[in-house]
């Protein structure tokens, strides 16, 4: 079915119609004739489609003479958002939809064989099926063999060929180009019997008396006898580069309901030769495999597989592919010397080279922060720098650092169609996609982020591929020959008919086998190849079998199918890395998430769930008590045993939190929320209230920043959810890391994630949440935060925090569990507080974070833990200079250390603030750096490269 998405857009619905009725006059006809297409409007259900003015739109495309190279017509516009140009005109009188057109202007383009068009709303949520039409005065038929097909004939067999024309015409037959028989009488029947001698690509054109032809093609292929042997045990599905040999590599194709294949490729011109038949395993026959010998290392080859029924495709498990749709797009900045994508080879295909040096790991065992401590930053790079790629993030560290977050999460870098996307529109899950960059400067990111103590994270798309997956092509519907096409019956991979209701593109089946080992493939890879510290599974509602693509309820209810895979798919990631971390995008039942977060709890394991608290905190933030409560923010109300929900007030997926305080903002007097500064202020309280609690958190780029541009906004500034998925301005670019109040929020977060850093209280799992508790606050709206650790004996063991999310100034009772002095940890204030009830003024906007008072760690200061400092600017060092930032190092000294212990170097520091530019005379690796001073010691990392 001709049936396209625009990245992931909206997790819609396809509800398809049956076959329609139509007219064109004339017919036949010719491309450049004008004709009408008439459609009666009984076959459009207004009512069902939920169509007003009769917004019927034609999506269409062509193919040409050979009924191939299909092209989308220009004016279609998106799947989701028709072009008006596509719109039909309906005449009530007739009651008929219609549309006049010249093929060759319509479509672009000349020698038009046949044309194809499908109905639908503007949206593309309702559609009729294909319709297919002829185009020309003359036209051919086969009989025999069919048109486009492909037919076995052993050699020296002979096969009759026949076909039909609508008008009297002479016959040329071709093989492989060379003319094998001709007729002069003109007929209107064509048959010959043709001795096959081997492979051989076969037209017959047919003349008629005005010279007007049309061609007709087919393909008859010689079976091949396959060489059954067991595969070497150093190769395995995919591409397999031996041990101790470079000259070598072992190609592994699974490929069931297939007779033979072929690898064709850069090392035998992309032909079909026996030489580089595939063998088949004895154990598992359905699994072809090849060694390629002769190979000269360094050298990067190209190839694809090619099947006896003329599926060419890349391998599933190519680390990286060359596509012929998006490579010309990559600049040479982002990718340099990115391969040329060897012409006239359609699809993607993969590369491979031998003898290549691994990437050299600055971070062998990174230390990962503790799952339950989680600040998690999510990032598209698309729309988070200009340049979109992994050296503009390299050089955003600092910023991510300077935060004090702990794990970055990236939107999936998969390779994913086109080169602006959100990512879910995945074609290769093990292949990382060229659009940010190479997996050298990809792995050079992770590295970096573990040298600043942050994790890195992969959002996967295992639901859905695309069609332009070797998975889904390998066995597929292709009517037209263009490549894309409904998976088929017997695809191992996918199935046939959705089994939930949020599905897009070609659904999995996560019951096969075929699919399990591919999704546990693509796990150790990102796991083993580029270090990354875990994944976030998207859409894990999409795991079951036991629903329907029109049954919403099912797919939101307890399935008992979806608990037992992807407890399946948590033993196979932890078998690869026990430490990694594992997140589900569910939203689903309790009772459900709760059989993954409390899932090997007693191994230190489990699964953490994503608790969107969107809804509650921008009623808050928006000043609006209704639904403002968000006390599910606490783990323990999940039924989770640890504290396994991610909590978050925006991710990608959700209306940014600024954009509606500045559009829906509630006003009190000259108390506007609307006020972009005053909706600023109301966002320090958002995290205040937020990383406070104890728990793993999230937040959504640039949220720190007060970023207010809608979810929905398209490139012209409009508001639309058809542009949802399209990119949106980018906050670095607008200023809004240097704007005052702006940044005023990016440091009130960085000092709240810092508190949590320091104070052991805030990983306690005893601590209580009161949002809008209207029976101690009948106006609503007031935050009141208890965290307590009893076993805390000396430091800081509760934290009592306030807000106040009305209009309006408010007394608040802070109801302290004990009198004492408690200090504010924002302005290191301190208070003796002698009543527990005594209220506190806070106005509008306003919160405070209080902890009990010790009189320890210099009167509770802030920056008591960084009273001594050490930086090692610009790290990794280069130009051999390192320059080393301190601070509050009274009678300081700084010692070098090489990773085994070895004292390199020492001296003394003359002041107590300042820069220290170092000369270095060491070779290339990491290195630590020791401060020593009255005040205590600081250690940091220095890499030489």
């Not at 076969?202 to 396959?226: G, Y």
Request: negative net charge.
């Amino acid at each position: 079915m001709k049936k396209l998405y625009s990245g992931i857009l909206l997790l819609m619905i396809a509800i398809i119609s049956g076959q329609i009725s139509y007219t064109i006059t004339p017919n036949p006809f010719n491309e450049t004739d004008a004709v009408t297409l008439t459609i009666p409007g009984s076959q459009i259900d207004e009512s069902a489609w939920g169509i007003s003015n009769n917004a019927v739109y034609i999506w269409s495309w062509s193919l040409d003479t050979n009924y191939q190279n299909s092209q989308d017509c220009p004016t279609n516009g998106s799947w989701n958002n028709s072009n008006e140009l596509n719109k039909l005109s309906y005449n009530a009188t007739a009651d008929t939809y219609s549309l006049s057109f010249t093929p060759t202007t319509f479509y672009g383009r000349t020698g038009i064989g046949r044309l194809g068009f499908l109905l639908k709303d503007k949206t593309g949520a309702h559609q009729t099926t294909d319709v297919l039409v002829n185009v020309g005065i003359l036209n051919i038929s086969m009989t025999n063999p069919a048109a486009n097909s492909l037919t076995s004939v052993p050699s020296g067999n002979s096969i009759n060929i026949s076909a039909t024309t609508n008008v009297n015409a002479t016959f040329q037959l071709k093989a492989n180009g060379s003319v094998i028989n001709t007729t002069s009488t003109p007929s209107t029947s064509y048959s010959y019997s043709y001795t096959v001698t081997g492979d051989a690509n076969m037209e017959l054109i047919a003349t008629d008396a005005n010279s007007n032809t049309k061609n007709a093609t087919f393909i008859l292929q010689v079976p091949r006898n396959v060489v059954s042997e067991a595969i070497p045990s150093w190769i395995r599905q995919g591409i397999n580069y031996h041990p101790t040999d470079q000259t070598k590599v072992g190609l592994a194709l699974y490929a069931p309901f297939k007779n033979f294949v072929h690898v064709i490729g850069s090392f035998n011109n992309w032909t079909v030769n026996d030489t580089y038949l595939m063998k088949r395993d004895t154990t598992n026959p359905d699994l072809y495999w090849i060694e390629l010998t002769g190979l000269t290392p360094q050298q990067l080859y190209t190839f694809q597989y090619r099947t006896n029924d003329l599926r060419k495709v890349a391998d599933p498990y190519s680390p990286q592919i060359l596509s012929s749709y998006d490579d010309q797009w990559i600049t040479s900045s982002t990718y340099p010397n990115l391969p040329v994508f060897p012409a006239g080879q359609g699809f993607e295909v993969s590369m491979f080279k031998t003898g290549q040096t691994p990437y050299n790991w600055q971070v062998a065992n990174f230390q990962r922060p503790s799952k339950e401590n989680l600040v998690v930053y999510e990032l598209l790079l698309r729309d988070f720098t200009q340049e979109k790629n992994w050296q503009s993030l390299i050089n955003k560290i600092n910023y991510l650092k300077g935060l004090n977050i702990n794990a970055v999460e990236l939107m999936p870098i998969m390779e994913f169609e086109g080169n602006l996307s959100w990512g879910y529109n995945t074609s290769f899950h093990y292949a990382l996609d060229k659009a940010y960059g190479t997996p050298e400067k990809f792995k050079e990111f992770v590295d970096l982020c573990h040298q600043n103590g942050i994790a890195v994270i992969l959002d996967v798309a295992f639901n859905h591929a695309t069609g332009r997956s070797p998975l889904v092509r390998l066995w597929n519907v292709d009517p037209d020959g263009d490549g894309y096409g409904d998976v088929a019956s017997n695809n191992p991979y996918f199935n046939t008919v959705p089994k939930h209701s949020y599905n897009v593109f070609n659904d999995f089946n996560h019951t096969s086998t075929s699919t399990r080992y591919y999704v546990e493939r693509c796990l150790q890879q990102w796991l083993t190849e580029y270090h990354i510290d875990g994944f976030r599974w998207d859409l894990t509602k999409g795991f079951t079998q036991s629903c329907s693509e029109n049954d919403e309820t099912c797919t939101n209810s307890y399935q008992q199918d979806r608990v037992d895979i992807l407890k399946y798919y948590a033993d196979r990631q932890w078998a690869i890395d026990p430490n990694s971390y594992m997140i589900f995008e569910h939203l689903g039942t309790d009772a459900e998430e709760q059989q993954w977060a409390n899932y090997r709890i007693a191994e230190g394991k489990g699964v953490l769930l994503w608790n969107k608290q969107t809804d509650p905190y921008n009623q808050n933030t928006m000043g609006y008590k209704e639904n403002s409560n968000y006390d599910r923010m606490n783990h323990s109300l999940h039924g989770f045993t640890n504290m396994s929900a991610v909590g978050y007030g925006e991710s990608h997926d959700e209306e940014r939190l600024m954009f509606k305080n500045l559009s829906y903002g509630a006003i009190n007097g000259s108390y506007d929320v609307k006020n972009l500064n005053t909706a600023l202020d109301r966002m320090k309280a958002f995290g205040a209230t937020f990383f406070t609690i104890p728990g793993p958190k999230m937040i959504w780029q640039f949220g720190e920043l007060g970023y207010e541009f809608s979810i929905n906004r398209c490139s012209d500034g409009s508001i639309n959810s058809g542009c949802r998925t399209d990119e949106k301005p980018i906050a670095f670019n607008l200023g809004y890391d240097t704007d005052v109040n702006r940044k005023a929020v990016y440091d009130t977060w960085a000092k709240i994630i810092n508190f949590r850093n320091l104070y052991p209280v805030f990983k306690s799992k005893t601590y209580s949440v009161e949002s809008n508790n209207l029976t101690n606050d009948p106006n609503g709206l007031i935050t009141r935060i208890y965290v307590y650790d009893n076993t805390i004996t000396n430091g800081v063991k509760n934290i009592v925090v306030l807000a106040n999310y009305t209009t309006a100034a408010q007394n608040v009772v802070p109801y302290f569990p004990y009198t004492g002095q408690w200090q504010n940890l924002m302005d290191t204030t301190v208070s003796n507080v002698t009543s527990t009830t005594a209220t506190i003024t806070l106005q509008p906007g306003e919160f405070r974070i209080f902890g009990n008072y010790t009189g320890s760690l210099s009167t509770f200061d802030e920056n008591a833990a960084f009273k001594l400092s050490l930086q090692v600017a610009d790290n990794p060092v280069k130009n051999n200079m390192a320059k080393l930032i301190y601070h509050k190092a009274k009678n300081g000294e700084i010692r070098i250390y090489d990773m085994s212990g070895k004292m390199l170097d020492s001296f003394k520091l003359k002041n107590e603030d300042g820069t220290y530019e170092l000369k270095i005379n060491y070779p290339p690796g990491t290195y630590l750096v020791h401060l020593t001073s009255d005040s205590g010691i600081a250690i940091q990392k220095m890499i030489i490269k």
